[in-house]
């Protein structure tokens, strides 16, 4: 029997159930799956599930130029913590990321910090030169509606051309949809008063017209929030669809006030249960957190300056892994949105416990529940909104082969790596 340099034992979650095997390991990467296998170190998780680490294809670690909010250290712990082994950085810094330089500047940032891997979207606006980021970005990212940072594309005639170059690159066209032609500027005091100004018309639309105007496009659309844009979203042949947890378990009912406020905004009940219905069914292709942190001292001025935005890269999949506990999700269903899926459509090999793919795994144990706490999390923010939720956090995770972190404490090496750049 060959001996690969790391051995995992546990209950393994492969091809869609879970069996006693061994996982070998080399050069980070899974090279053999077995029933018994020999390797030079050995990992032996008894009974406890081996799962793929989740990738969130959608986060705002905030570096470089904000980092009183966030930075690829804290932002990267916090990932850990939730199970996450890659992240996709989202270009609203400051500067933005829409420069070759300015990727390169956010990559050798991420790569001396990060603990978790990562990859980088640029920005697309009128004018950036799309065909010299193509190489170096995960994909590109359209604002259609204002939010956090100075990214909006009020028309998207403007960009023509760019839309076109990326369409030629073949990277995703991650979409923040919201038409800011239809977007009411009232002043909002509520969570109500904010999806009032951000309506399900203002998505659906936005959601229109980009699938007309980027036809040529990998088009992702971010953070469905409205029950009116499901039939349209989850419709178009070409396009794939992002849920975030947020907007599947909170609506504008819950006494969150600023802490609730996110573009696009928390909802109704009746378009928080359509969203989770239409997630539980399957028909998202992904689920990402929108981590989105802004400091405690941000979120309370008053809720019309208060910025938009909740952390959720920590609390993801430990939320999602209790609602498999309760049996309100199937297991299956969470590993595709929050792990199979953004591989595939990102183009990473992560998020399957197969030969080929990089070992990167979390082990959980679903008999040890622990509520979130805000003091127990590692986002820089220092809050969160699932506060007193119960979740199934991981009891180990693994990146690349390397044992990241173990019964809560730290233990690896802060080289987290491009997945792009790395590639090939
Ligand atoms: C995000 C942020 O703060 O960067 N805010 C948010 O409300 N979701 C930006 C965004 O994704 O729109
Ligand atoms: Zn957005
Ligand atoms: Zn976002
Ligand atoms: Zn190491």
Excluded at 127 to 148: E, N, Q, W
Excluded at 360 to 384: I, Q
Aim: contains cysteine.
């Amino acid at each position: 029997m060959r001996s690969t340099e790391l051995v995992v034992e546990g209950e393994c979650y492969i091809s869609g159930r879970f069996e006693r095997a061994c996982i070998g390991i080399d050069g980070g990467k899974i090279v053999a799956i077995a029933r018994n296998l020999e390797g030079e170190r050995r990992l032996d998780f008894g009974s406890r599930k081996v799962l793929p680490a989740a990738i969130d294809s959608h986060v705002h670690f905030r570096e470089p130029g904000m980092t009183h909010k966030e930075d690829f250290g804290t932002g990267s712990l916090a990932a850990l913590h939730g199970g996450v082994s890659c992240v996709l950085d989202m270009p609203n810094t400051v500067p933005p990321t829409s420069t070759a330089r300015a990727l390169e500047e956010k990559a050798e940032a991420a790569a001396s910090r990060s603990l978790v891997d990562f990859g980088l979207f640029a920005a697309v606006r009128p004018g950036v030169d799309i065909a010299s980021m193509a190489g170096r970005a995960v994909g590109f990212k359209l604002y259609m509606a204002g939010t956090t940072g100075d990214l909006l594309v009020p028309s998207l005639a403007s960009v023509e051309e760019e839309l076109a170059e990326v369409a030629r690159s073949g990277k995703v066209l991650a979409v923040h949809a919201e038409d800011e032609s239809l977007r009411r500027k009232e002043p909002a005091e509520s969570l109500d008063d904010h999806m009032r100004n951000r309506t399900g018309d203002c998505e659906a639309s936005a959601v229109r017209k980009v699938a007309k105007a980027a036809e040529a496009c990998r088009l992702h659309i971010c953070h469905v929030s409205s029950r009116d844009s499901l039939p349209l979203v989850l419709g178009q042949p070409r396009a794939t669809a992002e849920v975030t947890p947020h907007h599947i378990l909170l609506d504008r009912d819950r006494p969150l006030g600023t802490y609730g406020k996110v573009n696009p905004p928390l909802r109704t009940r009746a378009d928080r249960q359509a969203l989770f219905l239409a997630f539980k069914e399957g028909r998202f292709d992904t689920m990402a957190s929108d981590h989105a942190p802004h400091t405690i001292d941000e979120k309370k001025e008053d809720f019309d300056f208060a910025p938009s935005g909740m952390p959720g890269v920590e609390t993801m999949f430990p939320v999602m892994l209790q609602h498999v506990r309760d049996r309100h999700l199937a297991l299956a269903t969470v590993v595709k949105a929050l792990c199979e899926r953004p591989g595939e459509i990102f183009g990473i090999r992560k998020g399957r416990i197969d030969t080929g793919y990089d070992a990167d795994l979390v082990v959980v144990d679903f008999m040890e529940g622990r509520e979130v706490r805000a003091d127990n999390l590692y986002s820089k923010c220092g809050w969160t909104a699932y506060e007193g939720m119960p979740a199934v956090f991981p009891k180990a995770v693994i990146v690349r082969g390397e044992l990241m972190m173990n019964d809560g404490e730290q233990e690896g090496e802060r080289h987290g790596r491009d997945v792009v750049a790395s590639d090939g």
